[in-house]
C-alpha cells in the first residue's frame, strides 16, 4: 500500500498544509518546531485512528491557535490498486469518514459507528490481525519519538518482557495465566462457602420432624377449643336475650318517672310565670294613666321643636352666607396684592432686559473678524500638503541611503549585493570610494529638507492657531445670536404681560363689589339668635312632660296583649296539673313489673359470658399464630431442603470448573506465552542481527536474549564476550534497537512505518551505513532480507538520507513546505 497525500487544516502549526509522497523512503527535514512530528500524528490520527490526547495533554492543543475545528485528509492507494481517502475532525462533534474514488470522486462509505471506520481500515491496510489499529501504529509502526528507544531500556526484566509481549501480541496468554489466578482462587473459596452454607443448612432441616409433630399438636387443640367456643357463645346469646328484656322494662320506668318529674316542673315554672304576668298587666294600667295625664305638654314640647328646627335651619343659612364673605373678602386681598406685586416685577424685568440687550450688542461688535487671522487660517491646506511633500522625499532619500550603506557592507565583505556571490570587480581595490559621494550629497538633501519641513511645521502651527481661533469665534457668534433670539422672545412675553394688568384690575375691583353686595343680604338674620334662645327655653320647660309619655307609651301600648297572655298562661296551667296525675299512675303500675335483682343477676352472668367467650377467642387466635408460625417454618425447613440440593449440584459444577482451571493454568497458558516468546524472539533476533551487522560493519552479533535483553556477542582473547545494558555505548543500543525496530515491522506484516530521528547517537559511519541499510532493506540488495515494506517515513537532518531518499520533504516552518 502507499500513502499518497496529506491534507492538514487547523492542526498545530499547519494551517493550511498539502504534502504529497512518493514511494519508497520519504524525509522530512526542517528547523525544530517547523511540524515535522506533527505529520507522523495527524497520518496515525487519521489513518490509524489514534487519539489526539495519546499526541497532546488536551485535545484542545492538536488545534491551531486560535482555532475552533481542524481536519487531517489522508489518501492511499491499497494493494488491489483502489485509491482511497480518510478524513477525520479535529474538535467537537468529531467525525471519521472513509471514502472510495470512482470515477474521479469520493464517495463515502456510511459506518455506523468509529469501530467500523477502524475495523475496515485495518482490512484496506492489511492490518486486520485482531489488535486494534491504533494500538499497532503506536506500539510498532509509528512509535512516538519519546518512546522509540522505550521499551528496549527498561532494566527491569519482568516489565521488558510485559512491554515486547504487548508489541507482539502474545500478551494475552500471559495475562491470561495471571488473570485464570483469580479465577481458580474464586473457585476455591466459593466451594469452601458451598461446604460451609450445606453445614450449617443440614442443622437446620434436623429439626423438621419435631416442627410437624408441634403442627398437629396446634390444629387439634385449635379444634377442641373452637367446639367450647360454640357453647360458650349459645348460653351467651339467651343470657342476652332475657337481659334485654329486664333492661326495656327498666328503662320504661325511668321513661315514665322521668316525664312526671318533667311535668312537675313545668307545673312550678307556669305558677311563676302567671305571677309574672299578673304584675306585667298591673304596670300596663298604670303606665297608661300617666300617658293620659302628660300628653297635652308632650304636644306643647313637639311644637317648640318644630320651631326650632326651623330656626335652625336659617341659622345655618346665615353662617353660609358669611363663609362666603369671608372667601370672597380673602380674594379681593389676594387679587389686590397680585397687582401690586406684577407691576413691580414689570419694572425690574423692563430694567434688565435693556441692559442685557445693550450688552450683547457691545459683544457682537467684538466677535467682528480680523482680515489678517482669516487670510493666515486660509493657508493652512497648502501648508499641510507642502509638509507632507517634503517628509515622504526626506523617508525616500532616507531608504536610499539605508540602501546604499547595505550594499556598502556586502561590498566591504567582498560579496556582490545583487548576486550573492564573491564580486569579481572589486578585487584589486577597496570598494568605499564608490559610496563616499553620494553619501554626501545625500545628506546635504536632508539637512535641506530637515531645514524646509522644520520652517513648514512652524507655518503650518500659526495657521492651525489661526483657524482654531476662527472657529472659537464662530461658536461665540452662534451663542450671541441665541442669546439675542432669546432676549426677543423674553421682551415679548413682558409684552404679554403688561397686557394682562388692565385685566387683574378688573378681577380685583370685581371681588370687593361681591363682597359688599354678601354683606348686604345678612341684615334679615338680626334677630335670629333671640328668636332661638326664646324657642329653647320653651322646648325646655315641656320636656318633662314629653318624657313621662314616652317613658310609659310603650308599657300602655302592651296593655291589651299582656292581659291575653295571662288567660293563656292560666289555662296551660290547669292542663299541667292534669297530665302530672296521669303520669304518677302509670309510673307506679311499671315499678310493680320491674325487679331489680334479677335484672342484676342477669347482667352479671352476661358479663361472665362474655369475659369466656373472649377468653376463649384469644385462645384460638394464639393457636391460629402458632399453627401458622410452625407452617411457615416448616415451608421454610423445605426451602431449605430444596436449595441443599441445588448447592449440591453448584458443588460438584465448581469441583469441575476448579480441575478445569487447573489443567488450563499448569499445562497451556502457563507454557504458550513462553513458547511464543522464545520462537519470536529466535526469529525477529536473526532479522536484526543482518540489519545490525550492515549499520555497525563490525563482526559483533546482535541477539535478543532471554526477557527481550539487547545482548552484543564477539570474540575476545580467544573466547565469546557478552555485553549488554550499561555496557553498551549509546551508539551501538540505537543501532541495535533500529535493528529490531525494523525486524519487529517485518514480523507484524506492516508495510509501512514511521522513524522520527533515527541517527540519534550514531556517529557518521554508522548514520550512513543506516541509510543504505533502509534502502538495501528497499530493494532486497545485499541479501538482507526480502522485499518487506511499501513506504517508509523518516524525520531527520541527516545529509546520510540524501543520496538514498525517494523524496525529501523540506518543512519551512508556520506549515510551509518545499519539496
Not at 102 to 116: D, I, L, N
Not at 380 to 397: I, M, V
Not at 449 to 462: N, R, S, V
Amino acid at each position: 500500500m502507499q500513502i499518497i497525500s496529506l491534507q492538514l487544516k487547523n492542526v498545530k502549526s499547519h494551517r493550511d498544509a498539502v504534502l504529497v509522497f512518493a514511494p519508497g523512503i520519504n524525509v522530512l527535514s526542517g528547523p525544530n518546531g517547523a511540524g515535522k512530528s506533527t505529520i507522523f500524528e495527524a497520518i496515525g490520527y487519521a489513518l490509524f485512528g489514534v487519539d489526539a490526547r495519546d499526541f497532546v495533554t488536551n485535545a484542545e492543543r492538536f488545534l491551531s491557535i486560535g482555532a475552533r475545528k481542524g481536519e487531517v485528509a489522508v489518501t492511499f492507494r491499497t494493494d488491489g490498486g483502489e485509491t482511497w481517502r480518510v478524513t477525520r475532525t479535529v474538535g467537537t462533534p468529531a467525525k471519521w469518514l472513509l471514502a472510495k474514488e470512482q470515477g474521479g470522486a469520493f464517495e463515502v462509505e456510511e459506518h455506523a459507528k468509529s469501530e467500523e471506520t477502524a475495523a475496515r481500515l485495518a482490512e484496506l491496510l492489511g492490518l486486520d490481525n485482531g489488535r486494534p489499529l491504533a494500538e499497532q501504529f503506536k506500539l510498532v509502526i509509528g512509535p512516538f519519538q519519546n518512546d522509540f528507544l522505550g521499551p528496549f531500556v527498561i532494566r527491569q526484566p519482568t516489565k521488558r518482557q510485559e512491554a515486547f509481549d504487548e508489541i507482539l501480541g502474545i500478551d494475552a496468554w500471559r495475562k491470561t495465566f495471571k488473570g485464570t489466578s483469580a479465577l481458580l482462587a474464586a473457585v476455591q473459596e466459593r466451594l469452601k462457602v458451598l461446604a460451609a452454607e450445606l453445614a450449617a443448612k443440614e442443622e437446620q432441616v434436623a429439626e423438621l420432624p419435631a416442627r410437624e409433630e408441634a403442627l398437629a399438636g396446634a390444629i387439634a387443640a385449635r379444634a377442641a377449643r373452637q367446639e367450647e367456643l360454640l357453647a360458650r357463645e349459645t348460653a351467651l346469646r339467651q343470657a342476652t336475650e332475657r337481659l334485654g328484656e329486664e333492661e326495656r322494662r327498666k328503662e320504661l320506668l325511668e321513661a315514665a318517672e322521668g316525664a312526671a318529674r318533667q311535668t312537675a316542673t313545668q307545673l312550678e315554672a307556669g305558677r311563676e310565670y302567671v305571677a309574672s304576668q299578673q304584675r306585667l298587666v298591673e304596670q300596663a294600667e298604670a303606665a297608661a294613666a300617666a300617658v293620659a295625664a302628660n300628653r297635652p305638654g308632650r304636644e306643647a314640647f313637639q311644637r317648640a321643636e318644630q320651631l326650632l328646627t326651623g330656626l335652625r335651619e336659617r341659622e345655618r343659612q346665615r353662617r353660609a352666607i358669611e363663609r362666603e364673605i369671608g372667601e370672597l373678602d380673602r380674594l379681593a386681598v389676594r387679587l389686590a396684592e397680585a397687582y401690586e406685586l406684577e407691576v413691580r416685577e414689570l419694572a425690574t424685568a423692563e430694567a434688565q432686559l435693556a441692559a442685557e440687550g445693550e450688552r450683547l450688542t457691545a459683544a457682537r461688535r467684538e466677535l467682528a473678524a480680523d482680515g489678517e487671522l482669516a487670510a493666515t487660517a486660509a493657508r493652512l491646506p497648502a501648508l499641510r500638503d507642502e509638509l507632507e511633500r517634503r517628509k515622504g522625499e526626506r523617508a525616500r532619500l532616507t531608504g536610499r541611503r539605508a540602501g546604499l550603506e547595505e550594499g556598502a557592507a556586502k561590498l566591504g565583505a567582498g560579496v556582490c549585493p545583487f548576486l550573492g556571490e564573491p564580486c569579481r570587480n572589486l578585487a584589486a581595490g577597496a570598494p568605499g570610494d564608490l559610496f563616499d559621494d553620494r553619501f554626501a550629497t545625500l545628506d546635504r538633501e536632508l539637512a535641506r529638507l530637515d531645514a524646509a519641513i522644520a520652517d513648514g511645521a512652524a507655518g503650518l502651527a500659526a495657521a492651525e492657531g489661526a483657524e482654531r481661533e476662527l472657529a472659537a469665534r464662530r461658536v461665540r457668534g452662534q451663542e450671541l445670536e441665541k442669546q439675542l433670539a432669546a432676549l426677543v422672545e423674553r421682551q415679548r412675553q413682558l409684552a404679554e404681560r403688561r397686557a394682562g394688568l388692565a385685566e387683574r384690575a378688573a378681577r380685583r375691583d370685581e371681588a370687593a363689589a361681591l363682597v359688599a353686595g354678601r354683606r348686604q343680604e345678612l341684615a334679615p338674620f338680626a334677630e335670629l339668635d333671640d328668636e332661638i334662645v326664646r324657642a329653647e327655653e320653651e322646648r325646655s320647660r315641656h320636656q318633662p312632660a314629653r318624657d313621662a309619655c314616652q317613658a310609659n307609651e310603650q308599657a300602655a301600648g302592651e296593655l291589651a296583649s299582656r292581659q291575653q297572655t295571662l288567660v293563656r298562661y292560666q289555662g296551660r296551667l290547669a292542663e299541667l296539673q292534669a297530665q302530672l296525675a296521669a303520669q304518677q299512675a302509670e309510673a307506679e303500675r311499671l315499678r310493680a313489673a320491674y325487679q331489680p335483682a334479677r335484672h342484676e343477676e342477669l347482667r352479671q352472668q352476661k358479663e361472665t359470658l362474655v369475659a369466656g367467650v373472649a377468653t376463649l377467642r384469644q385462645q384460638l387466635d394464639d393457636l391460629e399464630r402458632e399453627r401458622q408460625r410452625l407452617a411457615g417454618e416448616l415451608g421454610r425447613l423445605r426451602e431449605i431442603v430444596a436449595e441443599i440440593g441445588r448447592k449440591r449440584e453448584e458443588q460438584a459444577a465448581c469441583t469441575a470448573r476448579e480441575t478445569l482451571v487447573k489443567f488450563l493454568r499448569n499445562q497451556v497458558f502457563k507454557n504458550v506465552s513462553g513458547q511464543l516468546s522464545e520462537r519470536f524472539r529466535e526469529e525477529i533476533g536473526q532479522r536484526a542481527d543482518r540489519i545490525y551487522r550492515t549499520i555497525a560493519e563490525t563482526d559483533e552479533e546482535l541477539v535478543w536474549g532471554e526477557g527481550y535483553q539487547i545482548v552484543l556477542r564477539d570474540l575476545q582473547e580467544g573466547g565469546v564476550r557478552e555485553r549488554s545494558d550499561d555496557q553498551l555505548s549509546g551508539g551501538q543500543t540505537m543501532s541495535a534497537v533500529v535493528a529490531l525496530r525494523l525486524a519487529l515491522l517485518q514480523t507484524v506484516g506492516a508495510r509501512i512505518a514511521f522513524f522520527d530521528e533515527p541517527t540519534s547517537n550514531l556517529d557518521a559511519a554508522r548514520r550512513e551505513n543506516l541509510a543504505h541499510a533502509f534502502r538495501a532493506i528497499d530493494v532486497g540488495r545485499e541479501e538482507l532480507t526480502e522485499h518487506w515494506y511499501d513506504q517508509l517515513f523518516l524525520i531527520s537532518h541527516d545529509v546520510a538520507f540524501t543520496e538514498i531518499t525517494d523524496q525529501t520533504i523540506q518543512l519551512a516552518g508556520a506549515g510551509g513546505t518545499d519539496s
